[in-house]
């Protein structure tokens, strides 16, 4: 009999050997039937001896691409290859909390939401909790989303037919970020639990760690979602704002 599968979580893995298997253990402890599908997108380093560890486990799908195709094209994929109702992504260097996916199935059962996003708590590279937590709202519009993103990718939790309808490209700007303004212009609303349900690793590495860099990603990723040129400015200028209030409020120990 098939094993039943109710959230297909989608892990993109590159350059992770030191932090992935935090990442998996993280989501084998969920309390939900789950699949965990890993995409090695030709990493150099050991991550191969790492996933060898969970060889017998049936809920993890280890899976090699081809070429290097970089995370929005990964999680992509993960999406095509996913069985369950439900998409959940988590990036190699973050983990979750117990109960996370339960906690989200609960309000989106409820509420008819197809997305559900959670708060966040910062981490240092070497893994330390800082106590520091980015909240989110319990309420998500299409409006409150273009002057602040709220969403962050490793917490989100979706409906697996409304992410096939928007996959994620456009990686020389914030491609999740446009995936979720499609996502509520559609469907309206999604939903949060503030709470930090994601231990989210800071690294300044990663695609948003150089602020000017980020900057400018953030106003090509108006302009992808339809913006024009003098709109997008104004959108980035209100966006700005709200990004420092947020990191503000985390650092001095307040949320949202």
Not at 18 to 39: C, F, K, Y
Not at 191 to 217: C, Q, T
Request: glycine share 10%; charged share 25%; hydrophobic share 40%.
């Amino acid at each position: 009999m098939e094993r039943e599968i109710l959230v297909s979580v989608i892990m993109p893995a590159y350059r992770c050997e030191g932090t992935i298997g935090q990442a998996v253990d993280s989501v084998l402890a969920q309390d939900v039937p789950l699949e965990l599908v890993v995409l090695n997108d030709q990493s150099p380093d050991g991550l191969d001896a790492v996933m060898a560890r969970y060889e017998g486990d049936a809920r993890v799908r280890y899976v090699r691409n081809s070429g290097n195709l970089g995370a929005a094209a990964s999680r992509n994929r993960g999406v095509e290859l996913a069985r369950g109702r439900y998409v959940a992504f988590l990036d190699a260097d973050d983990w979750w909390a117990e109960g996370k996916l339960q906690r989200q199935l609960t309000v989106m059962e409820r509420t008819e939401a197809v997305l559900c996003s959670t708060g966040r708590e910062l981490v240092t590279p070497d893994g330390q909790l800082t106590g520091r937590v980015i909240g989110v709202r319990e309420r998500i519009t299409y409006r409150s989303l273009l002057l602040h993103n709220c969403i962050n990718c490793s917490s989100v939790l979706v409906r697996a037919d409304v992410m096939r309808e928007f996959p994620m490209g456009h990686e020389d700007s914030h491609e999740d970020y446009i995936t979720w303004l499609g996502i509520l212009k559609k469907y309206g609303q999604a939903v949060g639990i503030d709470e930090p349900l994601l231990k989210y690793r800071l690294s300044s590495g990663g695609k948003s760690g150089n602020k000017l860099k980020s900057a400018g990603m953030t106003y090509r990723a108006y302009r992808y979602a339809g913006f024009g040129a003098l709109s997008a400015v104004g959108l980035f200028c209100a966006y700005a704002v709200n990004g420092v209030l947020k990191y503000a409020r985390a650092y001095l120990g307040g949320r949202r």
